[in-house]
């Protein structure tokens, strides 16, 4: 078994510099040893589009941090069965709704999960 996955990406870059970014038609060759890495996530840039209502300025919005979402919102899986990832991504999103969170780019995700 491989222990390295190809991710082919189209990336704008609009992220801040502390983020890795790639020009859009590169194709990057990223390295995880499967000993250490059970979980590899990886999303569109439409994660960093979240904003939430400012509680301070009524009528103004403020960016939600793409990692914070990542770890405490789309990649927290009750379980793995069948379409989790789909699943995690739908229930995070009408609970960012219920909160007045929005996004305004369309984003994507996928995930690879190692068995015990």
């Known amino acids: 078994m491989s222990n390295s996955v190809s ?3 189209k990336y704008k870059c609009d ?26 996530i990886v999303s569109s840039d439409g994660l960093g589009s979240f904003l939430m209502p400012n509680p301070d300025e009524p009528g103004k919005r403020i960016r939600l941090d793409p990692m914070w979402l990542m770890e405490d919102h789309f990649s927290a899986f009750k379980n793995t069965t069948g379409e989790f990832l789909k699943r995690r991504c739908n229930k995070a999103i009408k609970r960012f709704e219920s909160k007045e969170v929005i996004h305004f780019d369309d984003f994507s995700m996928g995930a690879f999960l190692m068995g015990d």
Do not use: G, N, Q, W
């Open 7 to 9: 991710i082919v990406t």
């Open 15 to 40: 992220i801040p510099p502390s983020e890795v970014c790639y020009r859009y038609d590169m194709a990057i060759d990223v390295k995880f040893p499967l000993t250490e890495f059970h979980t590899v």
